[in-house]
């Protein structure tokens, strides 16, 4: 069953002036007729599908839009052209560590972090204290959440979105959170996930750990496909790319 | 429309706890370390109601019997409509890392605000009445209908605050054009001046203003002890209902594009 369809996908950002001046300038700009729009594609014909349980890693150069075709998936943001098909719960770690709320305390923020993840208020009183846990937070639950050190602060993140059982998991960038310890359980935890049969695109620059784990890849390069394929063709294609950079 | 307004309140519904934590943190962010605490929210329209005693019973208060109830309604209702816009125009770039990395509904953000400011109002009109109490003015059972222009009042602010986050997250100087706008509009919401003067065809200019129909609506009420007429409760209404679905119709229109803007 096809779990993960994109086809033709395309994002453009409006650029150019418009966002920094404001509304004054946008209508003396349109009275004087000088007004004009300049567009950026983000992404631009990215067409791929996923069955269950297949592992898609997205690989690139900075800038590439793997972020962006990451939130295109999580439905965090509407493709300008193109349709796609997701079905199937998902969980999406972006950015970990952002979005908390920096005044409130720990314990707050894992509630508000919970409620924004759609979990609901008994299942947030139930498994508390097991997140708290997993983070290895719990001297911390009643400190400010800006006392936190960063990887600490992406612990607790990937420790309450991790806790729920996914079809669709997106992990961007997040398979290297926290110590050495921590990055083993959080790999162990993640893997438990994938291999319940979770379908799972993740983004890594680290092409051992693609090579390793992916079962297709997307290669993209400034918003475009350039490829879409067996993994060990497609990432040494890639690297022969990197080379001659 | 109808149908659209069903299914947000069915996701309202589904979203109940985000929602309840969503105000919790708005309000615990106010009170939090702050010495006086709640206090504070009180203190601040008392303030500016002790300073427009001081400087306007002179000039306006000497024909207007409970010139302080009255000068009280406008600024009472004046600055519920101000707080709750201002903090609805704030809310998606307030909450913007996390709309940027969680799928989540972002008019949440916007109407915990709006509920969060009614909150406030609620706490400031507990001073309200006792003011009308030290006054001398009676209560009636008349003041139960103070409901129908609060509620009134809080879906016109939930229409403006869907125009002005809309609006804020593309134009970063709204925040700047709206804050003329509140202030002009303060100086026609008749807050510190009666409209007697003007002969009765005028004074039916002001009704145009939304903010001014529901102070007058208080002011009726409480100074006056009346219900206001039909004709004043559907305009009431009108106002809210018309702002609520432009509102909704801009947002929805553009609610999409945020994330390229954020």
């Known amino acids: ?245 | 429309m109808l149908n659209s307004i069903k299914e947000n309140i069915h996701k309202i519904k589904k979203y109940q706890f985000l929602f309840s934590e969503l105000v919790k943190r708005d309000f615990k962010k106010k009170y939090k370390r702050t010495i006086l605490g709640m206090f504070w929210s009180i203190l601040s329209p008392l303030m500016q109601l002790a300073v427009m005693a001081v400087v306007f019973t002179k000039f306006f208060g000497r024909n207007t019997e409970h010139y302080i109830i009255y000068l009280f309604s406008g600024n009472l209702v004046f600055s519920f409509f101000k707080d709750a816009t201002n903090g609805g125009m704030h809310a998606l770039m307030q909450n913007a890392n996390i709309i940027k990395n969680i799928n989540v509904p972002k008019y949440l953000f916007m109407i915990s605000k709006e509920v969060s400011a009614c909150i406030n109002f609620g706490l400031t009109l507990i001073i309200y009445f006792l003011f009308v109490a030290i006054d001398g003015i009676p209560f009636s059972w008349n003041f139960l209908t103070l409901i129908y222009p609060i509620a009134c009042l809080l879906i016109f602010n939930i229409g403006v605050g869907f125009i002005l986050s809309a609006m804020f997250v593309v134009f970063k100087d709204v925040q700047y054009l709206y804050e003329i706008f509140t202030q002009l509009l303060m100086y026609v919401s008749a807050i510190f001046y009666t409209v007697d003067v003007y002969p009765d065809k005028i004074q039916l200019v002001f009704f145009i203003n939304p903010v001014y129909s529901y102070i007058a609506y208080f002011r009726s009420v409480v100074l006056e002890g009346a219900i206001p007429p039909l004709w004043h409760h559907l305009l009431c209404f009108g106002y809210a209902m018309i702002m609520l679905i432009t509102g909704m119709v801009i947002y929805k229109k553009n609610n999409y594009k945020f994330m390229y803007y954020i």
């Open chain 1, 1 to 245: 069953m096809k779990k993960i369809e994109l086809n033709d996908i395309s994002v453009s950002y409006i650029t150019g002036d418009f966002s920094t001046t404001g509304l004054k300038d946008v209508i003396i700009q349109k009275l004087k007729r000088t007004y004009e729009k300049k567009e950026f594609m983000a992404l631009n014909g990215i067409t791929f599908s996923l069955e269950q349980g297949e592992l898609l890693g997205i690989i690139g150069t900075n800038g590439a839009g793997k972020s962006t075709l990451c939130k295109v998936i999580s439905g965090i943001m509407r493709p300008t052209k193109g349709t796609m098909s997701v079905k199937g719960s998902i969980a999406s770690l972006l950015e970990l560590g952002t979005g908390f709320d920096p005044d409130l305390t720990v314990k707050e923020n894992t509630f508000l972090r919970g409620a924004l993840l759609g979990y609901t208020k008994e299942f947030m009183n139930k498994t508390y204290d097991s997140i708290i846990d997993f983070a290895e937070l719990k001297e911390f639950e009643n400190r400010k959440f800006s006392h936190l050190s960063s990887g600490m602060k992406s612990r607790l993140a990937f420790s309450i979105a991790c806790l729920v059982n996914p079809e669709i998991l997106i992990l961007d960038e997040v398979l290297s959170v926290g110590d050495g310890a921590f990055r083993k359980k959080s790999e162990a935890k993640m893997l438990e996930v994938i291999q319940g049969g979770a379908t799972t695109i993740l983004v890594s620059h680290s092409l051992a750990q693609i090579r390793r784990m992916a079962t297709k890849v997307l290669w993209i390069e400034k918003g475009k496909q350039i490829d879409f394929g067996e993994t060990e063709e497609i990432c040494d294609k890639y690297e022969e790319f990197l080379k001659k950079k």
